[in-house]
């Protein structure tokens, strides 16, 4: 077994998946929690259940709706136009860690937003700064620290993706065999040396993923605090 293959292919995976989840998560967070509207809200609700579902479902139920999805029936699969749709390849991968990983981020992204201090973007507008301007000058940086740490779960979750990957892209080496389907796999064959090597490999990456989310953490804290105190000094 040529360990490599599956290191980077799950460092790909994770990291491609993590941008897109950053991105779909900072978006979603920001305009379904801006809407003011009754019949906003309830269609905000809704579309928040959906994005959340997938904690809740068991991977092989995700799994198999991404079957539905991409595969070459599917609305998905059947646009992409190849044999078969996008199942098994390192796309299905990526689609099902990004399935997976979004709810983490889009919480994240939810409270880091929320937490950022009302009085800062108003004072913005009454300046003449755009919507857009706030959002990205000022909103955006102020929740950086939060926005970070769901990033950092989002990949942790991305890398670690075992089930819908399982259903999706299968278990191809060299081409669709992550990091957790390679230690399955070594396990099942009596290969412990690869096992224990990729469980080296999994622990370092989660050590370095709680190390980013404590330094989040506390820079939450942090910037909390402070406005606290400056509220209280008002």
Not at 17 to 22: K, P, R, S
Not at 59 to 80: A, E, I
Not at 147 to 155: E, S, T
Not at 185 to 207: H, K, R
Request: proline share 6%; hydrophobic share 55%; with cysteine.
């Amino acid at each position: 077994m040529n360990l490599l293959d599956p290191i980077l292919l799950s460092l790909r995976v994770a990291g491609l998946a993590t941008v897109i989840t950053a991105v779909l998560g900072l978006f979603l967070a920001a305009r379904l929690n801006a809407t003011r509207s009754r019949p906003g809200r309830i269609l905000a609700g809704g579309l928040e259940s959906l994005i959340l579902a997938p904690m809740v479902f068991p991977p092989t139920m995700t799994g198999y709706l991404l079957l539905l999805l991409l595969g070459p029936n599917g609305p998905v699969g059947s646009l992409w136009g190849a044999s078969g749709g996008l199942l098994f390849s390192w796309l299905a991968a990526v689609i099902a860690s990004v399935v997976v990983s979004l709810p983490l981020m889009y919480q994240s992204a939810k409270t880091a937003l929320t937490s950022v201090d009302p009085h800062c973007i108003a004072a913005a507008r009454t300046l003449g700064s755009s919507e857009r301007r706030i959002f990205w000058k000022i909103t955006v940086p102020l929740a950086w620290p939060g926005i970070a740490g769901g990033m950092a779960l989002a990949f942790a979750r991305a890398i670690g993706e075992f089930g819908a990957t399982l259903m999706v892209a299968g278990n191809i080496p060299g081409a669709t065999q992550t990091i957790p389907l390679a230690l399955y796999s070594a396990v099942e064959s009596g290969n412990t040396s690869a096992a224990n090597l990729l469980l080296g490999v999994t622990v370092a990456l989660s050590f370095a993923i709680v190390i980013v989310v404590r330094w989040s953490e506390r820079r939450t804290a942090a910037s909390r605090a402070h406005r606290l105190a400056g509220g209280g000094s008002r």
